[in-house]
């Protein structure tokens, strides 16, 4: 069965710091990983994904993930965070069945 | 070009009371998924249609049923209403051949 693991509940960061947010799933077979954010009284907005390839993906706003097969992690990072990066993130895994299965969310709050 | 809209943005409703919500996808696509996502949780997978068929189904009971038209939007229906089926409803559209959804902007359920 498919399942992830978002271990940290809430992240603070200083703005302009380095962030990484931890994924970590469990599945018997390959699969394809996502990272959400979803900023207050809003959908989910797509901020990379894993599908095949290199294991090092870049998305939108900077953000990249990096996809560890032996150690079924997909961890978030950012080199730089600015304020408007303060939302929740979402690691979401699917085995290729089309329903994505969510972590918990790691609530990221950006301080000035 | 639109993304995904969802209707209405929020509902109240009473306890045993029915509700449908509505939602039309992103220009072009054919697969349309709902999921619930609770207070401070990550979202859980209730159905997937394509084809005007529920395609795959979550752990939710049969109170909760869909519907999809051939314009390939979609209704979520739920029955008998408990205080627990409070929550976000995200509905997502994709292309049948491809793992990357497109959430809307949720419909916020509150039973009381």
Known sequence: AQSVTQLDSQVPVFEEAPVELRCNYSSSVSVYLFWYVQYPNQGLQLLLKYLSGSTLVKGINGFEAEFNKSQTSFHLRKPSVHISDTAEYFCAVTEGANNLFFGTGTRLTVIP | ?112
């Not at chain 2, 697969?31 to 394509?50: D, E, H, K, N, R």
Request: aromatic letters at 14%; a negative charge; proline letters at 5%.
């Open chain 2, 1 to 112: 070009d639109a993304g995904v809209t969802q209707s209405p943005t929020h509902l109240i409703k009473t306890r045993g009371q029915q509700v449908t919500l509505r939602c039309s996808p992103k220009s072009g696509h054919d697969t349309v998924s709902w999921y619930q996502q609770a207070l401070g949780q990550g979202p859980q997978f209730i159905f997937q249609y394509y084809e005007e068929e529920e395609r795959q189904r979550g752990n939710f009971p049969d109170r909760f049923s869909g519907h999809q038209f051939p314009n390939y939007s979609s209704e979520l229906n739920v029955n008998a209403l408990l205080l627990g089926d409070s929550a976000l409803y995200l509905c997502a559209s994709s292309w049948s051949w491809s793992y990357e959804q497109y959430f809307g902007p949720g419909t916020r359920l509150t039973v009381t």
